[in-house]
């Protein structure tokens, strides 16, 4: 996977690019990617990559000329996608982490900056992704989120296969309650099924569980999961 990630501000990726899974992943080429400033792009003795709104408002704009020369400037892969991070798009979620991990070899993502970007710039995008509804001061984090939950997906990231499955979203219901040694810490215990060796007992409570918690905390959730039941079930 080549994630070509469109930014006014690289050296944020830094740290996030040597730690972690994501470090491991790019030192095995299980990913590559690679940071294009569109600042690099510009025609102008300033290098300006910003202007004032036509019609006035408060705030600049990002101008599309940087931003379509830097895009043009890389290589085509055959299945590519370019992303606008922007808080009018779809909602990350985990079915578009696998959808892009699955389709796709080249994903090309822009992180808009200041008041947004030129619309223009939406020829260029096949979609426009949000972190969620809330502001951030640019595409930054949201990108780094993005290609964060992508690379995890991966083959050869996680070593268990398995744990990206059993894990919350990956079935429509959050995570079932998890403990480790030791068994009574501060006097809370682990709950006596997880020490019972029972492995059936324990499927059953860790599902009774994944459906307790998701009615507590994401109902909205919990509701789309039971009519998915019930339609497999027709």
């Given at each position: 996977m080549r994630f070509d990630i469109v930014t006014l501000f690289p050296d944020c990726f830094t740290s996030v690019l040597n730690t972690g899974l994501i470090g491991k992943a790019l030192a095995k080429q299980i990913?590559?990617?690679?940071?294009?400033?569109?600042r690099d792009f510009t025609t102008d003795k300033h290098r300006k990559v910003d202007d004032e709104p036509y019609g006035g408002g408060?705030?600049?704009l990002m101008?599309?000329?940087p931003i379509f020369a830097a895009v043009e400037s890389l290589p085509i892969l055959h299945r590519r996608e370019v992303i606008l991070m922007s808080p009018q798009g779809q909602t990350m979620n985990q079915p578009l982490l696998r959808e892009l991990a699955t389709n796709y070899d080249q994903l090309i993502v822009i992180c808009g900056h200041y008041e947004g970007v030129?619309?223009?710039v939406l020829h260029l995008v096949d979609r426009e992704v949000s972190l969620g509804d809330f502001i951030l001061t640019g595409g930054?984090?949201?990108a780094m989120a993005l290609m964060n939950g992508v690379v995890r997906l991966l083959p050869g990231t996680v070593a268990k296969v398995e744990s990206l499955t059993a894990e919350s979203f990956?079935?429509?219901l959050l995570d079932y309650p998890q403990y480790t040694r030791p068994a009574v810490f501060r006097g809370w215990k682990v709950p006596e099924v997880l020490l019972s060796g029972n492995h059936a007992a324990i499927a059953q409570w860790r599902y009774e569980?994944?459906?307790s918690r998701t009615r507590l905390r994401r109902p909205d959730l919990l509701k789309s999961w039971e009519e998915k039941q019930r339609e497999q079930g027709e």
């Amino acid at each position: 996977m080549r994630f070509d990630i469109v930014t006014l501000f690289p050296d944020c990726f830094t740290s996030v690019l040597n730690t972690g899974l994501i470090g491991k992943a790019l030192a095995k080429q299980i990913a590559q990617v690679h940071l294009i400033n569109p600042r690099d792009f510009t025609t102008d003795k300033h290098r300006k990559v910003d202007d004032e709104p036509y019609g006035g408002g408060v705030g600049m704009l990002m101008k599309p000329e940087p931003i379509f020369a830097a895009v043009e400037s890389l290589p085509i892969l055959h299945r590519r996608e370019v992303i606008l991070m922007s808080p009018q798009g779809q909602t990350m979620n985990q079915p578009l982490l696998r959808e892009l991990a699955t389709n796709y070899d080249q994903l090309i993502v822009i992180c808009g900056h200041y008041e947004g970007v030129d619309e223009r710039v939406l020829h260029l995008v096949d979609r426009e992704v949000s972190l969620g509804d809330f502001i951030l001061t640019g595409g930054e984090i949201p990108a780094m989120a993005l290609m964060n939950g992508v690379v995890r997906l991966l083959p050869g990231t996680v070593a268990k296969v398995e744990s990206l499955t059993a894990e919350s979203f990956e079935e429509g219901l959050l995570d079932y309650p998890q403990y480790t040694r030791p068994a009574v810490f501060r006097g809370w215990k682990v709950p006596e099924v997880l020490l019972s060796g029972n492995h059936a007992a324990i499927a059953q409570w860790r599902y009774e569980q994944q459906i307790s918690r998701t009615r507590l905390r994401r109902p909205d959730l919990l509701k789309s999961w039971e009519e998915k039941q019930r339609e497999q079930g027709e």
